[in-house]
């Protein structure tokens, strides 16, 4: 989150990051038990030989923790206009997830089969299909070389299926993230050499 609070149930402190860009920051708080006092940290990486810090706003408020989501809200709200679903999203009834290959390389479903989730979809009326684990190294791994797996039927063979499925007017979410299971695939913070890149 790009804020929290030290509080109690009638007042508190906010810290935050009003920052427009959105950029990655590290918080991080420790206390110390012999000072009874507490110390923040906050850490960006930089990948310029010039850096301009970001506001942090810290501020005392009285009430519940609430006050300080609403300080972060109202900046938020300043800074940024809400993104406006499309009308196909807010009519849609649901959402069909699908793994098709696991992490640890377990075939669930072929490309080719993307008709019978579409034929799920339209018994049950929901119109948008997400393809997890698409890729040769299944779920969440080989960031960032996704590729179609020939094991499901190939590049070719997942492109006439996804087409099938927007000839039925269904949407199709192929899903790609890097982050959340194969840490071999990152970078740590804690890169230190020069020129290092750090995430």
């Known amino acids: 989150m790009a804020w929290f609070t030290l509080n109690d149930e009638s007042r508190g402190i906010y810290i935050g990051s009003h920052d427009p860009t959105r950029g990655a920051k590290k918080f991080s708080l420790e206390y110390s038990g012999t000072g009874r006092s507490f110390t ?3 850490s960006a990486p930089v990948f310029d030989r010039s850096f301009a810090m970001p506001r942090i706003v810290i501020k005392y408020y009285k009430g ?5 989501a609403q300080t972060y809200r109202g900046w938020f709200d300043k800074a940024f206009s809400r993104a406006k679903a499309p009308d196909w999203l807010r009519t849609n009834e649901g959402f069909i997830l699908t793994i098709f290959k696991q992490q ?5 479903w072929n490309y080719g089969e993307l008709d019978k989730l579409c034929d799920l979809g339209e018994k049950l009326n929901f119109k948008l299909l997400g393809i997890w684990g698409w890729g040769a190294g299944g779920h969440d791994r080989l960031y960032p070389n996704y590729s179609p797996d020939n094991l499901m039927g190939g590049r070719v063979e997942l492109k006439r299926a996804i087409e099938r499925a927007h000839q039925r007017g269904f949407k ?3 899903y790609s993230n890097g982050t959340l299971i194969d ?14 890149r750090i995430f």
């Open 40 to 42: 923040l940290n906050l």
């Open 64 to 68: 519940a923790w609430h006050e300080a």
């Open 104 to 108: 640890n390389g377990a075939l669930m």
């Open 172 to 174: 199709v979410i192929v």
């Open 183 to 196: 840490s071999a695939t990152l970078l740590t913070r804690k890169a230190s050499k020069p020129g290092a």
